[in-house]
């Protein structure tokens, strides 16, 4: 058959409409409301959509974080009450931030009936006492080595000072993290999150040291850095560490005297001003039910919080007993970190950046 | 007389109308675009900021002191460190592109001359992310060109050495479009001011210094102030390439605005970096005009 312009033409019309065509009847006959979901990329983003297949309630669109969880609030804030997001997935900081602005939804615990085999004290509320976020795993953020290349065996946080570890540390940006790492300091060197000036004299003393070989802005460069053996040894939230331990070594300094872990849930937060908030809540009941939140724990690497999920062996280390807990973990007070977030990131950029 | 008089003035207004209706695009874009940002961030920037929150709260306090706190010792590295390594990857990616566009235009024939020239567009149109992760990949601390730097002595983890690297991602930026710019020039010098310099005993590199290098200057001129808009104001290059090590002011306001939130002083450092930015290109641009009507 000759192909004539006018037949090229109209074959290729037909097959827009029909491109078209399928495409509406494919929204029409979807299986309900399509939700706007903000979660971070890599393995988290992969757990989440494995969950969402699992389910056909609503359909979803998938918005990535970019940087830490807080980069979402000023895209929110910019355009609020006509915010576009149905959850935003986040931690401890971004959540206290949200309930600040009040933007999200209370949740009353009889629209997540799973809600009651996560453990009550972890909850987010606001200062009434009202539920504001919905956890689903526990995560951690603490210092590690890939032990392959590692210059040396780090023992304690003096180690970091080394003059074996020159361009081998990879240390989060001011921006990440909360700047926890500097709490870690801190509490090595005699202080806590409310006197943070021995922290501040520890960084400064690391930084002049030369040890540190990247300064990751983003959990990939975090990722990068490690994986192509720049840096061997940082601090960093286990969604990082998970990613290098994939194809490397890696020891993480969970459960070590010498060092602080830091525990961090992430959840869910529902967002005011929606049209589908119930579609939005069933389908978070959904994703920390049992079944799911171990589907979760395996693929995004974090470990679940209901109490009937498994947790996999290759997150024991984020498995702690009471005594455990009370030795290794320590809960900042995460208001003033927060509230101190502006003045760390101002000193980092004086005291610190200067000197890397 | 009369008749003639009220011709003029009805030229005028026909004018002045069609001057009017021609500029009113622009202007609209220009208003709505980028004034009213820039009201509203001259606004923004003299608001109270309440740590913890999103941005300044309603009804905050008016306060200088966003302005006051840039004061000091770091914000002025960070600035200059802006514009020394800006300044050095424009005038290196000048003194590349100005030999590179004058091969293109006087001795490439037509086809490789069209040739050239749809590689440089695809240069300029190609997204900087994967340039800056190229450069990375091949000078960067874990590069397949790393030991050669290593042999000159630099060490992959010194500043200098992270500083050669940000310059160079933003001159492999610089590059094709300060050729680009530098091409139309160079196309309208007479190739045979050069030949009867020539011709009368000027040898090839004094009759370029004489002839060529004047009459391109206001090209020059106008690359260069591209090339260093483009490199101050460069984000991703000195965040990936810069290992987070090298500060930009963008990335010092980005930091403010998106990731601590505090948008009245992410608004003072923006509006710090556009007077200092536009000081500098007018002093530029007036030192040109001064020699230019010398």
Redesign the interface.
């Known amino acids: 058959m000759d192909m004539t312009r006018r037949r090229f033409m109209g074959s290729a019309a037909a097959l827009g409409i029909a491109g078209t065509m399928t495409g509406l009847a494919r929204s029409a006959f979807a299986a309900g409301p399509e939700l706007t979901a903000v979660e971070w990329g890599g393995d988290v983003v992969e757990a989440m959509k494995q969950i969402a297949a699992a389910q056909d309630a609503s359909t979803f669109n998938w918005v990535l974080h970019q940087?830490?969880a807080?980069?979402i609030?000023?895209k929110?804030?910019a355009v609020w009450p006509n915010v576009d997001f149905d959850y935003v997935a986040g931690w401890e900081g971004s959540f206290?931030?949200m309930v600040?602005?009040d933007w999200l939804e209370t949740i009353n615990p009889v629209d997540i009936p799973n809600l009651a085999d996560i453990p009550e004290k972890i909850i987010i509320r606001d200062g009434k006492g009202n539920i504001k976020a919905v956890p689903r795993a526990v995560g951690g953020m603490y210092f590690g080595a890939r032990t392959d290349i590692a210059p040396i065996a780090i023992k304690s946080i003096d180690d970091l000072l080394s003059p074996d570890l020159?361009?081998a540390i990879c240390?989060p940006?001011?921006?990440q993290s909360m700047m926890l790492q500097i709490v870690a300091l801190a509490l090595h060197a005699g202080g806590s999150e409310t006197n943070m000036e021995p922290g501040w004299k520890l960084m400064q003393d690391l930084a002049k040291s030369?040890n540190?070989?990247?300064?990751?802005?983003t959990d990939i460069?975090f990722t990068n850095s490690l994986t192509?053996?720049?840096t061997s040894v940082g601090f960093f939230a286990e969604p990082g560490w998970a990613a290098v331990a994939k194809n490397f070594p890696v020891t993480r300094f969970t459960k070590d005297s010498n060092f602080k872990a830091f525990l961090y849930q992430s959840g869910f937060g529902v967002m005011k001003n929606r049209p589908n908030t119930r579609a939005t809540l069933d389908f978070i009941n959904f994703a920390i039910s049992p079944e799911m939140s171990a589907l979760y724990a395996k693929v995004a690497g974090e470990a679940p919080l209901n109490s009937k999920a498994s947790t996999p062996d290759n997150l024991k280390h984020l498995a702690f007993t009471p005594e455990e807990f009370s030795s290794f973990v320590y809960v900042p007070d995460y208001?003033v970190v927060?509230?101190?977030?502006?003045?760390w990131?101002?000193r980092w950029?004086?005291?610190i950046?200067?000197l890397? | 007389m009369t008749n003639a008089r009220q011709q003029t003035a009805a030229i005028s207004i026909s004018d002045r109308r069609d001057r009017a209706i021609t500029l009113a695009p622009a202007v609209l874009v220009l208003a709505f675009g980028f004034l009213s940002p820039l009201i509203n961030l001259a606004i923004e920037s003299l608001k109270e900021?309440t740590?913890?929150?999103?941005?300044s709260v309603e009804n905050a306090a008016t306060t200088v002191q966003n302005y006051h706190?840039l004061a000091?010792?770091?914000?002025a590295?960070?600035l200059l460190t802006t514009f020394w390594i800006g300044g050095v990857a424009a005038l290196v990616g000048q003194l590349v592109a100005f030999p590179l566009a004058y091969f293109i235009v006087r001795r490439l024939s037509p086809r490789m001359r069209t040739l050239a020239l749809g590689f440089l567009i695809t240069l300029v149109l190609s997204s900087v992310l994967i340039k800056t992760y190229a450069i990375e990949l091949t000078f960067?601390?874990?590069g397949i060109l790393r030991p050669l730097l290593l042999t000159v002595g630099l060490?992959?983890?010194s500043?200098e050495y992270i500083n050669i690297v940000v310059i160079a991602g933003l001159v492999h930026s610089i590059i094709p479009v300060a050729t680009l710019t530098l091409m139309g020039a160079m196309q309208s010098i007479d190739p045979r001011l050069l030949d009867a310099a020539q011709s009368l005993g000027a040898p090839g590199w004094k009759a370029h210094l004489s002839i060529t290098l004047p009459l391109s200057l206001p090209a020059l001129v106008s690359s260069t102030l591209i090339s260093l808009t483009f490199a101050i104001s460069a984000f991703v290059i000195p965040?990936v390439l810069g290992?987070?090590?090298v500060?930009f002011m963008s990335n010092?306001i980005y930091?403010?605005?998106?990731?601590?939130?505090?948008?009245p002083?992410g608004a003072a450092i923006s509006l710090v970096m556009l007077a200092t930015a536009l000081a500098v290109i007018s002093v530029i641009t007036l030192a040109h005009a001064w020699k230019s009507r010398r």
């Open positions: 940087g830490g807080g980069a609030l000023p929110i804030k206290n931030s600040k602005e020159r361009g240390w940006g001011p921006t030369g540190i070989g990247r300064v990751a802005v460069d192509s053996s720049e208001n927060l509230e101190q977030q502006d003045a990131s101002k950029e004086q005291d950046a200067p890397l | 900021f740590p913890g929150r999103v941005g706190e000091n010792q770091a914000f590295n960070v960067g601390s874990v060490s992959a983890n500043r965040m290992r987070g090590r500060l010092v930091t403010r605005f998106s990731d601590i939130a505090n948008y002083s």
